[in-house]
């Protein structure tokens, strides 16, 4: 596999290149961000090992340029930043594991092993329908260009629904997706937590992109395909 070392300690960047390369790995070492984007621009890697503090700029700030040009490489940071904060804002970034110095090197080599076993990203895609923008690594949702808080399962449910854009999706398939199994398929939450997201989504202009397919489930998308798929379970004589 081909791997991208990002590390200005002149003694730890060595050692982990020296290791992974014992470990079968092809290995290339950047310092700096500059460098590592010149690399990044030519050579496709399965996984980029990235510090955060970096002389000419912050790791973080390099993965989520990765994740917005649509870089599918893994990333697993590596840094002494170790506060629950920092994790989190480093995996929200669009890292796949972090992993906090000192470690031990045999920690970090099966951490590699366990992200070259996955497959790889399709990197993790904006999703944009109408005037809604979806970012799932930012955990951001904007509706017409505004910032819109959405509580965190209000976020999952609108993801789930993005990413089968133009496709009717059952109650069942949502509860499985976004809730877990032990939700009552009879309870009315489903469609309260549609509302909630109808209502955050809609602007004066335009109303929320998320339509009711009566018997069937939910489907979001524009609103003429909708119309096209309002009128199928009519055709197979749906009970409306
Ligand atoms: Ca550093």
């Known amino acids: 596999m081909r791997l991208l070392v990002v590390e200005d300690d002149a003694a730890l960047g060595p050692i982990v290149v020296r290791g992974l390369r014992e470990d079968g790995h092809s290995v290339d070492l950047a310092a700096t961000v500059a460098q590592a984007k010149r690399e990044l621009a030519v050579t496709h890697y399965d996984l980029v090992i990235l510090d955060l503090g970096l002389p000419d700029g912050d790791g973080v700030k390099l993965c989520r340029d ?3 040009d649509d870089i ?23 890292a796949d594991d972090y992993i906090t110095k000192p470690f031990d090197y045999p920690i970090l080599s099966a951490r590699v092993r366990a992200l070259l076993r996955r497959p790889a990203r399709g990197g ?16 951001r949702v904007t509706c017409a260009g505004v910032v819109t808080p959405l509580t965190a399962r209000e976020f999952a449910l609108l993801h789930y629904l993005m990413s089968r854009a133009d496709e009717t999706v059952s109650r069942s398939d949502i509860i499985d997706h976004v809730w877990d199994a032990h939700l009552d398929p009879m309870s009315n939450v489903v469609d309260v937590h549609i509302a909630q997201l109808r209502r955050k989504l809609s602007t004066r202009d335009s109303e929320a992109p998320i339509s009711t397919i009566r018997g069937v489930g939910y489907r ?6 909708i119309d096209g798929a309002i009128s199928a379970p009519n055709e197979r004589g749906a009970s409306e």
Do not use: C, K, Q, Y
Request: cysteine-free; charged content about 20%; proline content about 8%.
């Open 124 to 139: 993790n895609p904006v999703l944009r329908g109408l005037h809604i923008e979806l970012d799932p690594a930012g955990h």
């Open 220 to 225: 979001f998308g524009p609103s003429a395909s």
């Open 72 to 94: 599918a490489t893994r990333v697993l940071m590596m840094t002494a930043r170790d506060t629950t904060p920092d994790v989190v804002h480093g995996l929200d970034a669009g």
């Open 66 to 68: 990765l994740r917005r």
